[in-house]
């Protein structure tokens, strides 16, 4: 007899790092979207100080994500 539980357990686990991997590559693009709106929806409600203190977010969002990135490369590089 076939135990259906450990396959379903095996999928559960495969599905779950799959949508690791999709979160751990677009979260950050999605972080960078969100502040970039919340960035022109401050700076045409009147608040262009803080518009403009939010939209730096954006870029040290993109940056700090490729630095993290490239450390990972290097681990694995040297890893192997």
Same mark, same amino acid.
């Given at each position: ?28 693009? @999605? ?20 518009? @403009?203190?939010?939209? @730096? ?10 630095? @993290? ?12």
């Amino acid at each position: 007899m076939l135990d259906t539980s450990s396959i379903e357990q095996k999928l559960l686990f495969t599905d779950f790092l799959c949508m690791a991997n999709f979160f751990r590559t677009y979260y950050p693009l @999605i972080l960078a979207f969100v502040s970039f709106l919340f960035s022109v929806t401050l700076w045409f409600t009147g608040s262009q100080l803080e518009g @403009i203190f939010v939209g @730096i977010w954006v870029p040290s969002i993109l940056s700090l994500t490729t630095v @993290i990135n490239q450390i990972e490369e290097k681990k694995k590089q040297h890893q192997s």
